[in-house]
């Protein structure tokens, strides 16, 4: 007999997430320790109101907000004057990078976190990231066997000198953790999911060190029969997806490949340079996918490292045509983005302006404040700043870490604990949305995949503000602004150059986020 309780939920999660009727559902707020976060359980979710017909002279506006304004809908009709300070002007005629999507990632961690919850809240979940009435993410990044947000270290062949990989086998985290989730995902997407591969280490059999965990490289010659080894290690886990009905669009030869060299890093790594993954990809790597009819059409994403490596490592492997002829775009992390500025994204755009730019991994509440803060609205701005940032400086798309952890911030296997935008408490059968998920739900509800950013100009500010602006598919754009100021609200005139006495005059909350569609 079907549960009143669960009965209730799925009358909710149609209603909310199946296009049946037009209302949201309210974020149910909680005061935790450091702000405002939605309680979902197993009879009721906060949804998102749909957009809805933007008709010229009117404009849509969601609003997310320190105070606890959760993408909150209003309309606003347009004037042809306005008596704001700040005025934001949006130029379609000056374009920029077509934007890719956003995304996160399927750890093993959020796979075991998933599984703590009713099936119906699973669902509820897939449903939230990644279908057109959730975020829409397009993007799931997938660690190629243990990673730090895993329970213990493993890979998908631990027999020594196995060079054939005769006993290669996915494993129990692959069929719990990671595939029912991505298939569940991949349905809900239609079909839009891009998945991505990223190892964060060999085989320990086949590492200097004899540990996955800890500095070290592959043993021997950069042709050797371990780097031939580990080239083919890469075929036959995508064969084995793809027999599992799951496909990748592209991966990354390492995760953070220079954190190999470091002698106290506690978690998974394998050691490359640029010179080194530039080797691997043109005489190894490459030649192995195109030889593959599973992995033939594979995109390749180089560096998967921090900012600090640019242009550098770009320059090393793109100016190879060995090896760039196999390379499609270059991946970044956001750990040290504080060292340089998102210009250096803009030059190295300027240098390789043929290979797209994607963020593949960010959390909060790495050091030194690990672990989640539940209602942290500063987390949930570094967010902002930083998307605002990045696809500012010509990244195409933006990828989140685990899409769900526990209260902890974990599991993790070296207690690398930190925040996520979902967090489970599996004792109460709830989760609770920080203020981060509603803040990704700003850019990616309405930046879908194909839209273009333009110009956008700010003058006279008086406020701490910054935005982006895109031009959609269907003749829509959208401008997002965010207010960093504590204390003050403003007002902003925002138009278009091509329809200057069409302006939209609005007020922004201190601490809060924008969106603003119209046509």
Known sequence: MLKVSTFLFLFLGLAGFSGFESKSLPCSQVQKDHGIVCRCNATYCDTIEPLGTVTAGKAVIYTT???GKRMDRTELKHSTSSNAKTKVYVNGTQTYQQIMGFGAAFTDAAGINMLTLPQAMQDQIIQQYFSDDGLGYVFGRVPMASCDFSTHEYSYDDVAFDFQLTKFNLTMEDFQYKIPFIKKAMAVSNGKLKLFATPWSSPAWMKTSGRMIGAGELIGDQNGKYYQTWAQYFVKFFEAYHAQGIDFWSLTPQNEPTTGIDP??????????????????KKLLGPALAANPVTKNMKI???????????????VILSDPMAAQYVNGIALHWYEDFIDPATVVTETHNLYPDYFILATEACAGYEPALGPKLGSWSRAEQYANDLIKDIGNWVAGWVDWNYMLDLQGGPNLVKNFVDATLIVNATAQEYYKQPIWHVMAQFSKFIKPGSTRIQTTI??????VEGLSFLNADGTKTVVLLNKNEVLDFEVAVSDVL??????DLTIQANSLVTIVYK
Not at 301 to 315: C, E, T
Not at 499 to 504: D, E, M
């Open 264 to 281: 106290f890093w506690k978690w998974q790594t394998l050691y490359f340079d640029a010179s080194m993954e530039r080797n691997f990809i």
């Open 459 to 464: 003058i006279e500010k008086s406020v701490d």
């Open 499 to 504: 329809a200057p006495n069409v302006i939209y």
């Open 301 to 315: 994403m180089i560096n998967d490292d921090q900012r600090i490596n640019l242009p550098h490592w770009p320059k």
């Open 65 to 67: 907000s320190k105070k």
